[in-house]
């Protein structure tokens, strides 16, 4: 069974840092593209970032280019999500997503960007 | 960028109609369109992949169709635990882009 747990997530005030894990297991995560979306409270779905299954490519929206960079280490079917220069209108539930068919979805971690 | 046009965003229906949720790409997605649901407090679901892929463990009332740009989610007679929005995803070219979700309530 797939699971995706991810952890790192809470109040940071604007222009901070903040960096989200993501602890993957049921498959062979180095096998696999993963990404992060997320979803503003109240509202509709984005998507953040996404890697291929050894890491060499990243992609990313312009909403979060040059800001937000995704990692993973495959050693330990980890996956990573480091956001600088948070702002307001990165407030959401961060989910981290299994493969380029977006199957399977983390529970999910709130980020609040508040002074 | 891809625009993805969901609709209706709001919708009643009775328990054992047949539902339509209907997503419109502003240019040509190949068939990589997905259809999730997602229920209050919880992560989104996937129903259906590549238009018309039913992912495992999905009940068989859920069902997806179409091309090119116009793509459809129908669920055959509806059930009580089928309250939740309903959102797409066009996987085709990035910047991934989702709709803006459908509320589904039954009357």
């Known amino acids: 069974e797939v699971q995706l747990v991810e952890t790192g997530g809470g109040l940071v005030q604007p222009g901070r840092s903040l960096k989200l894990s993501c602890v993957a297991s049921?498959?062979?995560?180095?096998?696999?593209?993963m990404s992060w979306t997320r979803q503003a409270p109240g509202k509709g779905l984005e998507w953040v970032a996404s890697?291929?299954?050894?890491?060499?490519?990243?992609y990313y929206p312009d909403s979060v280019k040059g800001r937000f960079t995704i990692s993973r280490d495959n050693a330990q079917n980890t996956l990573y999500l480091q956001m600088n220069s948070l702002r307001s209108e990165d407030t959401a539930a961060y989910y981290c997503?299994?493969?380029?068919?977006?199957?399977?979805w983390g529970q999910g971690v709130m980020v609040t960007v508040s002074s | 960028d891809i625009q993805m046009t969901q609709s209706p965003s709001f919708l009643s229906a009775s328990v054992g109609d047949r539902v339509t949720i209907n997503c419109k790409a502003s240019?040509?997605?190949?068939?990589?369109l997905n259809w999730y649901q997602q229920k209050l407090g919880e992560p989104p679901k996937l129903l259906i992949y590549?238009?018309?892929n039913l992912q495992t463990g999905i009940p068989s009332r859920f069902s997806g169709s179409g091309s090119g740009t116009d793509y459809t989610l129908t669920i055959t007679s509806l059930q009580p635990e089928d309250v939740a929005t309903y959102f797409c995803?066009?996987?085709?070219?990035?910047?991934?882009?989702f709709g803006s979700g459908t509320k589904l309530e039954i009357k």
């Open positions: 997503v299994h493969s380029s068919v977006f199957d399977y």
């Open positions: 049921g498959f062979t995560f180095k096998n696999y593209w």
């Open positions: 890697i291929t299954n050894s890491g060499g490519y990243t």
């Open positions: 240019q040509n997605i190949n068939n990589y």
């Open positions: 590549n238009t018309n």
């Open positions: 995803l066009q996987h085709s070219s990035r910047p991934l882009t």
